[in-house]
């Protein structure tokens, strides 16, 4: 199968869409499929030439990433594929896409990243109100005609039907999500983190590992960490991963004044051995979200063997917890303080089976391998599927 995918940008800093995109083309490829990606990068960027296929980076003005070239590459270029994934919504690669690939022969496919989830609305109900004046003209068409909507799990798709009224996709599909299994020499690569950050090595390490922003619950785990580290002095918060300035400044405000700045490090953006390193040297992973379609760094835990404390509106939750892979508390102070206590006051014999179910976890649910397979064969069926006359196409509806 000739597949292209059409995403805003592939810099593993713009977050967990970006690498799940990355894992998912280089197994696609492993399986046999033909992958190309067209990106709204300036084509100079770094990280263009590490990408596990051919990208065709268009580039892309301010935050919306608009292109006037997009859309006639793809009248040019479209017809050599079987069928077009586009990442994520609020930005012009989905527009783009409509615009080139609405009621032709070649069916694009959207995967929405937990753009629709009604959290945003809550949060930032003025964006809210900037996205309904762009919805009915632009996104509501986008995902109107795909040939389906494409979810990570089926919480993220229950979710989705919370946020705009005028939502009517064709399809919606859940598709297995996941990570590439990790590299195996866990003590080496703990030793070259604890090499990198000194100190550390006696310590019991939570760490925190993903863009450092408000979504993320990160101000939730300072304050709930404050509390949990008066029970053990060996505690230490390992917060790892880029982020704004101003938020950060914030965040280590609330450490000072909680008086535990000396019991955080903030390593900023891990990639290669020293983020492998950070899992391995890990006792706990935290992610007290307020929103998280999926949690790519969740499974990667899962996969170092690492269990997890993580909030209710990680959509993957239920599956961790049904596998006894970690704690789940509400996003709040409260609800993550709780989930913190649950894993420490477990006994030794408890916590090794916490880990043990947690590599178990990520082998049934989360291989990467498992999840290209399903989605190549979900794409598949719908092509086949597309053989037959489209009642919707032809003015019938449904």
Excluded at 90 to 96: H, R
Excluded at 196 to 223: P, T, V, Y
Aim: with cysteine; aromatic share 10%.
């Amino acid at each position: 199968m000739r597949l292209l995918r059409i995403i805003p940008s592939i810099d593993r800093r713009s977050g967990g869409p970006a690498e799940a995109a990355r894992r998912l083309d280089a197994e696609l490829v492993r399986l046999g499929h033909a992958v190309e990606v067209v990106s709204l990068d300036d084509a100079g960027e770094s990280w263009i030439g590490d990408y596990p296929v051919a990208v065709h980076a268009l580039g892309g003005r301010g935050h919306f990433r608009y292109s006037p070239d997009l859309k006639p590459w793809l009248e040019r270029n479209a017809p050599r594929f079987d069928a077009v994934v586009v990442d994520g919504l609020w930005q012009y690669p989905g527009l783009g896409a409509w615009r080139a690939l609405a009621g032709g022969a070649v069916p694009y496919f959207v995967f929405t990243h937990g753009m629709l989830d009604p959290w945003f609305k809550r949060a930032y109900p003025l964006k809210h109100l900037k996205k309904w004046l762009y919805w009915p003209w632009a996104e509501y068409r986008v995902l109107r005609d795909a040939r389906a909507v494409l979810f990570t799990c089926e919480e993220e798709r229950r979710l989705a039907r919370e946020s705009f009224w005028l939502y009517r996709p064709r399809q919606e599909l859940v598709t297995a999500f996941g990570t590439a299994d990790v590299p195996p020499d866990s003590e080496g690569l703990r030793q070259s983190f604890h090499r990198q950050f000194a100190g550390l090595a006696d310590k019991r390490l939570c760490l925190f590992l993903g863009r450092i922003q408000e979504k993320k619950g990160c101000d939730l785990l300072i304050q709930a960490f404050a509390e949990l580290a008066r029970d053990d002095r060996r505690l230490h918060l390992v917060m790892a991963g880029p982020g704004e300035e101003a938020w950060l400044a914030h965040l280590r405000q609330l450490a000072q004044e909680a008086g535990i700045s000396d019991r955080i490090t903030w390593t900023g953006m891990l990639t290669g051995d020293l983020k492998w390193g950070a899992f391995y040297a890990a006792d706990l992973f935290c992610l007290p979200s307020h929103q998280e379609n999926f949690g790519i760094a969740v499974a990667e835990a899962l996969a170092c063997g690492r269990p997890v404390a993580i909030s209710d509106k990680v959509n993957i939750w239920r599956e961790i917890a049904d596998d006894g892979a970690g704690w789940v508390g509400s996003d709040t102070v409260e609800g993550t303080l709780g989930a913190l206590r649950q894993w420490l006051r477990a006994s030794d014999d408890e916590r090794r089976q916490a880990s043990l179910a947690a590599r178990q976890s990520f082998e049934k649910r989360f291989r990467i391998d498992a999840a290209a397979a399903h989605l190549a064969s979900l794409i598949g069926s719908q092509l086949e599927a597309a053989e037959l006359p489209d009642r919707r196409l032809m003015g019938v509806a449904p």
